[in-house]
T-cell receptor
Framework: DTEVTQTPKHLVMGMTNKKSLKCEQH?????MYWYKQKAKKPPELMFV???????INESVPSRFSPECPNSSLLNLHLHALQPEDSALYLC???????????????FGEGSRLTVL | TQLLEQSPQFLSIQEGENLTVYCNSS?????LQWYRQEPGEGPVLLVT???GGEVKKLKRLTFQFGDARKDSSLHITAAQPGDTGLYLC????????????WGLGTSLAVNP
């Protein structure tokens, strides 16, 4: 099984809503990532979890709150988002063989978020 | 700050033509990865190059890593409509973090 599964695939929410994006992988990868991507642009790193600990927060606004319940799951909790937060949110994982190199990323299909 | 310049950003060609995409940096990378992304999907890893001067082939795609590990290229021979997508290069600086340095991407359209 070499998949990263993201749910939901599409999400429409109002600026006052609270919602969550979910990501699951069963490849035994110990690094998991949230990226944000706008159309035809490269992914922008948001958060990195390494061995279930938050290791990187790229100065992401607090209205985005990540959570890593265990080594297979990664959530992104959303609250009071703005229309400019509309984007494709990608989850990825990597083996994290060393403490330094990223390794090859396995991406999910993404969750397309629209904030009204 | 490490940067990865990718060119061209947009490319529209006819089926059967050849093309080359470049990724250049002034920084040395421990490895460089190439991804392809289709609309509505996540990026999919095509190849990782690790050794300076390395050449890897994937059917009609040829990937090169520069001798100094600062640049890389992707060459597609006889492009087909199925090659259409966003091609992304990403460098692994190997520093004490898990951040890849991404190029801006090349949006390729192959017309039948």
């Amino acid at each position: 099984d070499t998949e990263v599964t993201q749910t939901p695939k599409h999400l429409v929410m109002g600026m006052t809503n609270k919602k969550s994006l979910k990501c699951e992988q069963h490849m035994g990868h110990r690094a998991m990532y949230w990226y944000k991507q706008k159309a035809k642009k490269p992914p922008e790193l948001m958060f990195v979890y390494s061995y279930e600990k938050l290791s990187i927060n790229e100065s992401v606004p607090s209205r985005f709150s990540p959570e890593c319940p265990n080594s297979s799951l990664l959530n992104l909790h959303l609250h009071a988002l703005q229309p400019e937060d509309s984007a494709l949110y990608l989850c990825a994982s990597s083996q994290a063989r060393t403490l330094t190199n990223t390794g090859e990323l396995f991406f999910g299909e993404g969750s397309r978020l629209t904030v009204l | 700050t490490q940067l990865l310049e990718q060119s061209p950003q947009f490319l529209s060609i006819q089926e059967g033509e050849n093309l080359t995409v470049y990724c250049n940096s002034s920084s040395v990378f421990s490895s460089l990865q190439w991804y392809r992304q289709e609309p509505g999907e996540g990026p999919v890893l095509l190849v990782t190059v690790v050794t300076g001067g390395e050449v890897k082939k994937l059917k009609r795609l040829t990937f090169q890593f520069g001798d100094a590990r600062k640049d890389s290229s992707l060459h597609i021979t006889a492009a087909q409509p199925g090659d259409t997508g966003l091609y992304l290069c990403a460098g692994d600086g190997g520093g004490n973090n898990r951040k890849l340095i991404w190029g801006l991407g090349t949006s390729l359209a192959v017309n039948p």
